[in-house]
């Protein structure tokens, strides 16, 4: 529920639609927890699933992936050489190596990875299940299917997303790393102890930990709160009457705030 929405909501209906927005939080979290347990069950992966997860992992990285790595090298190498020539010409060329690697590596890559992948999926919804919401058909009439396909294809598709982001953010990084390199050192081989250390005071233990960690839940949320809101679509169906895809303000929502907590863990 929309702060634009609240102001059209009677209000004695308040309490009624914080409950509703409470619940579809909780289903979020349970339906997380549960496609972890199992992701993390070896009984589930027998033949149809390890099939299905291949042929969504096939969808939702290897066929993007030369396409977001293109275009994530070239705005990288203009956001690159922008940082090169202001250091330059404040005579901060010596912060200018590290500069790129914090801002575009550790923070950039990963969040444009979460939300290409997000918006790759299609936040999980498909045209006949919104069609229905939207024409306020109870979901017991014609989506008995649907959920059972959903259900089937829940622990395929939470993996093969989270390793989409996983996969576009991990391989655009090392793509950066080696432009940054070469915008500042060349061909020449000669930097390259310099520019490992350089790349090692940023990457310390901590930092590295938490680059992982943060990505983990970019891939968790991009793979879970579309998931979730889809299955909440189904069972609520007449609720639903926004053009907006419910799950993409969730979405984004928690992205913003998993960057904000990594930012203020490591800056302050």
């Known amino acids: 529920m929309s702060l634009s929405?609240?102001?059209?909501?009677?209000?004695?209906?308040?309490?009624?639609?914080?409950?509703?927005?409470?619940?579809?939080?909780?289903?979020?979290?349970?339906?997380?927890?549960?496609?972890?347990?199992m992701a993390l069950s070896p009984s589930t992966y027998n033949r149809a699933n390890r099939l299905a997860t291949a042929r969504h992992i096939y969808a939702s990285t290897w066929q993007v992936l030369p396409w977001f790595t293109m275009l994530t090298?070239?705005?990288?190498?203009?956001?690159?050489?922008?940082?090169?020539?202001?250091?330059?010409?404040?005579?901060?060329?010596r912060y200018a190596?590290?500069?790129?690697?914090?801002?575009?590596?550790?923070?950039?890559?990963?969040?444009?990875?979460?939300?290409?992948?997000?918006?790759?999926?299609?936040?999980?919804?498909?045209?006949?299940?919104?069609?229905?919401?939207?024409?306020?058909?109870?979901?017991?009439?014609?989506?008995?299917?649907?959920?059972?396909?959903v259900r089937r294809d829940l622990v395929p598709q939470v993996f093969a997303n989270a390793f989409s982001?996983?996969?576009?953010?991990?391989?655009?990084?090392?793509?950066v790393l080696v432009l940054a390199y070469l915008n500042v050192y060349g061909l020449s081989p000669w930097g390259i102890p310099d520019y490992t250390r350089t790349v090692g005071r940023v990457f310390d233990p901590v930092v590295t930990a938490g680059f992982v960690f943060k990505t983990v839940l970019f891939g968790l949320a991009v793979a879970v709160i579309p998931s979730a809101a889809l299955l909440e679509l189904l069972r609520h169906?007449?609720?639903?009457?926004?053009?907006?895809?419910?799950?993409?303000?969730?979405?984004?929502?928690?992205?913003?705030?998993?960057?904000?907590?990594?930012?203020?863990?490591?800056?302050?």
């Not at 639609?17 to 347990?37: E, K, S």
């Not at 020539?85 to 901060?92: D, E, F, I, P």
């Not at 982001?165 to 793509?175: G, K, N, T």
């Not at 053009?243 to 990594?262: K, M, Y």
Request: net charge positive; glycine share 6%; hydrophobic share 65%.
């Open 97 to 149: 190596l590290e500069m790129v690697v914090r801002v575009l590596v550790l923070e950039l890559i990963p969040l444009s990875a979460a939300l290409f992948a997000a918006l790759r999926a299609g936040m999980a919804f498909d045209a006949a299940a919104m069609g229905l919401a939207r024409a306020g058909v109870p979901a017991a009439v014609a989506t008995e299917e649907t959920l059972k396909k």
């Open 5 to 37: 929405a609240l102001l059209y909501i009677k209000p004695r209906h308040w309490g009624v639609h914080a409950a509703r927005w409470l619940a579809g939080w909780w289903h979020m979290l349970r339906l997380g927890a549960v496609a972890l347990v």
């Open 165 to 175: 982001v996983l996969s576009l953010a991990m391989v655009s990084s090392v793509i």
């Open 237 to 268: 169906a007449r609720r639903h009457r926004s053009s907006v895809q419910p799950g993409a303000l969730r979405l984004l929502f928690v992205l913003l705030l998993i960057e904000a907590g990594s930012l203020v863990l490591k800056y302050i």
């Open 73 to 93: 090298a070239l705005v990288s190498l203009v956001v690159i050489r922008i940082v090169l020539v202001t250091a330059q010409s404040y005579g901060l060329s």
